[in-house]
């Protein structure tokens, strides 16, 4: 049974914000989405893309992991599933989005778990795979700065814009310019949101 406080956020959205914008429902419904932006942000449940830039549905196409991580390209595409590539497949080459926002943030958990050397005991054998990714980038970032663990995640988003690169459709769409990447940092404390380039 879905829990009680999801249950009333559904009957107040019904009563309240659906009914107001049924007809937008309708057209999403009949006509499908027509975003022009994607953005590739964690999963973390204080970050949510959809509040941060004050969109409605269908105007943002949403791709959420852990850490924001965008892996290479995979031309043989027959190693593993790749959730985040298909999403990201499908956006651009489908929904032909403009833009590719990697969202970052501040107090990461996915990228925490990388300097915490297992000390917690949970079971976290996929997260500890899918987080291997950025090893390097911590290696190559010297633990010296007050901000280390602020360096650490901007880092992980300039890692995920150079990965889209990687993707032969994205690199030419690109070069066409008809798609432009950004990168994005969002401090959860105060709210702060600083643009990253790479």
């Known amino acids: 049974?879905?829990?009680?406080?999801?249950?009333?956020?559904?009957?107040?959205?019904?009563?309240?914000?659906?009914?107001?914008?049924?007809?937008?429902?309708?057209?999403?419904?009949?006509?499908?989405?027509?975003?022009?932006?994607?953005?590739?942000?964690c999963c973390d449940s204080r970050v949510s893309p959809e509040v941060i830039f004050n969109v409605n549905p269908g105007e943002m196409f949403v791709i959420r992991n852990v850490a924001n991580i965008v892996p290479p390209y995979d031309k043989d595409h027959k190693t593993s599933y790749h959730g985040t590539s298909a999403a990201i497949e499908f956006a651009v080459n489908v929904l032909n989005i403009k833009h590719?926002?990697?969202?970052?943030?501040?107090?990461?958990?996915?990228?925490?778990?990388?300097?915490?050397?297992?000390?917690?005991?949970?079971?976290?054998?996929?997260?500890?795979?899918?987080?291997?990714?950025?090893?390097?980038?911590?290696?190559?970032?010297?633990?010296?700065?007050?901000?280390?663990?602020?360096?650490?995640?901007?880092?992980?988003?300039?890692?995920?814009?150079?990965?889209?690169?990687s993707f032969p459709y994205i690199l030419r769409k690109v070069n066409n310019k008809e798609l432009t990447i950004h990168g994005a940092y969002f401090r959860i404390y105060d709210g702060l949101l600083l643009n990253i380039y790479d």
Request: a positive charge; hydrophobic letters at 40%.
């Open 1 to 41: 049974m879905i829990p009680n406080k999801l249950l009333d956020g559904y009957k107040y959205f019904i009563k309240n914000k659906f009914k107001k914008e049924q007809i937008k429902y309708k057209n999403l419904a009949l006509h499908g989405q027509k975003p022009e932006c994607m953005i590739i942000s």
């Open 100 to 165: 590719i926002i990697v969202l970052g943030h501040a107090s990461c958990g996915g990228i925490a778990s990388l300097l915490n050397d297992r000390q917690s005991n949970h079971e976290t054998e996929l997260i500890d795979t899918w987080m291997s990714q950025i090893k390097n980038i911590v290696k190559n970032i010297p633990f010296i700065s007050q901000d280390y663990i602020k360096e650490l995640e901007i880092s992980v988003i300039k890692y995920s814009m150079k990965n889209l690169l």
